[in-house]
């Protein structure tokens, strides 16, 4: 039975087999040695597999120079999950051209990371003139095979021309609990109920601006009826990420419940991230003391 196994390893596709077994069982240091086996074979899904190991470090020390060599290899023969992952290391180098070029090749295979990759680069003009239009093709491919981000970044394209897909994607997105997608969505819906329904759940999830727009609704009772330990709840949460207009507004909440220790602290974070209304209240202040 032990001369049959050796013999199996032999077998590129038997090595890769196994490699991908331990990867799944979350032993990537034990996939490592088949996945090497396979890839100096010459198998294409073992040389993305085994790049992928070092250039993230699971199970194996990184080594973003080995694992662009395999990336390459594989990339060469077709593979498009390192077609994308060289565009990604020639993104980071800042070479965009290269980048679109590798994305451009695995969004042709319809891998949705490189199509989405395509609409950013198109969308911020990254080594090509911007272009919204094509920026929404891409992303619309990547969107129909459900990537998160895509989802997103279509829905807000969408808003000027087509508000109803806009809100459309964006749900979807927000369905998926994406933080951002769930803060927009709730900018756009009439239905106020459904508005707080979804800045909440931006704002638990960590959105600042939900956590701001939250705040702010309840510290002036803006379509919901005032209180002001939740206003502090949420503008602290959104201060603490260094908001600043939380930050003002939280010295003012704490000016008018003249508890001028906490306004001022307030006032100082936001007075030294340089806003005018802080300095002159925080000034304001130190003259009452």
Same mark, same amino acid.
């Given at each position: 039975?032990?001369?049959?196994?050796?013999?199996?390893?032999?077998?590129?596709?038997?090595?890769?087999?196994?490699?991908?077994?331990?990867?799944?069982?979350?032993?990537?240091? +034990? /996939?490592?040695?088949?996945? &090497?086996? !396979? =890839?100096?074979?010459? *198998?294409?899904?073992?040389? %993305?597999? $085994? #790049?992928? @190991?070092?250039?993230?470090?699971?199970?194996?020390?990184?080594?973003?120079?080995?694992?662009?060599?395999?990336?390459?290899?594989?990339?060469?023969?077709?593979?498009?999950?390192?077609?994308?992952?060289?565009?990604?290391?020639?993104?980071?180098?800042?070479?965009?051209?290269?980048?679109?070029?590798?994305?451009?090749?695995?969004?042709?295979?319809?891998?949705?990371?490189?199509?989405?990759?395509?609409?950013?680069?198109?969308?911020?003009?990254?080594?090509?003139?911007?272009?919204?239009? +094509? /920026?929404?093709?891409?992303? &619309?491919? !990547? =969107?129909?095979?459900? *990537?998160?981000?895509?989802? %997103?970044? $279509? #829905?807000? @394209?969408?808003?000027?021309?087509?508000?109803?897909?806009?809100?459309?994607?964006?749900?979807?997105?927000?369905?998926?609990?994406?933080?951002?997608?769930?803060?927009?969505?709730?900018?756009?819906?009439?239905?106020?109920?459904?508005?707080?329904?979804?800045?909440?759940?931006?704002?638990?999830?960590?959105?600042?601006?939900?956590?701001?727009?939250?705040?702010?609704?309840?510290?002036?009772?803006?379509?919901?009826?005032?209180?002001?330990?939740?206003?502090?709840?949420?503008?602290?949460?959104? /201060?603490?990420?260094?908001?600043?207009?939380?930050?003002?507004?939280?010295?003012?909440?704490?000016?008018?419940?003249?508890?001028?220790?906490?306004?001022?602290?307030?006032?100082?974070?936001?007075?030294?991230?340089?806003?005018?209304?802080?300095?002159?209240?925080?000034?304001?202040?130190?003259?009452?003391?």
């Amino acid at each position: 039975a032990k001369e049959s196994f050796l013999k199996a390893l032999e077998i590129p596709e038997a090595a890769f087999e196994l490699g991908e077994m331990f990867f799944e069982d979350q032993k990537p240091w +034990e /996939a490592e040695p088949f996945y &090497r086996k !396979a =890839a100096e074979a010459g *198998h294409v899904g073992a040389q %993305y597999s $085994l #790049g992928y @190991l070092l250039d993230r470090g699971e199970g194996v020390q990184k080594n973003r120079e080995e694992a662009e060599k395999w990336f390459l290899l594989a990339a060469e023969k077709g593979s498009a999950g390192a077609q994308f992952e060289m565009g990604e290391l020639a993104y980071y180098q800042r070479d965009f051209e290269k980048a679109r070029e590798w994305y451009h090749r695995a969004a042709d295979q319809d891998h949705p990371d490189a199509q989405y990759s395509l609409g950013f680069m198109h969308e911020g003009g990254k080594g090509l003139p911007r272009d919204l239009l +094509e /920026a929404a093709v891409w992303y &619309r491919k !990547a =969107a129909e095979r459900e *990537h998160l981000d895509a989802e %997103y970044r $279509l #829905g807000l @394209l969408l808003v000027q021309e087509e508000p109803e897909q806009a809100k459309e994607w964006l749900q979807k997105a927000a369905d998926r609990n994406h933080p951002a997608a769930q803060f927009e969505l709730s900018t756009l819906l009439q239905d106020n109920r459904k508005s707080l329904f979804w800045c909440q759940k931006s704002a638990e999830l960590g959105n600042v601006d939900a956590q701001y727009k939250l705040g702010f609704r309840y510290l002036h009772g803006q379509e919901i009826p005032q209180d002001l330990a939740k206003a502090a709840h949420w503008l602290t949460k959104a /201060a603490e990420q260094g908001d600043e207009m939380s930050q003002v507004n939280l010295g003012h909440l704490y000016e008018q419940e003249n508890d001028l220790e906490k306004a001022a602290f307030w006032y100082r974070k936001a007075a030294e991230a340089g806003d005018g209304t802080a300095r002159e209240r925080l000034a304001s202040l130190e003259k009452r003391e």
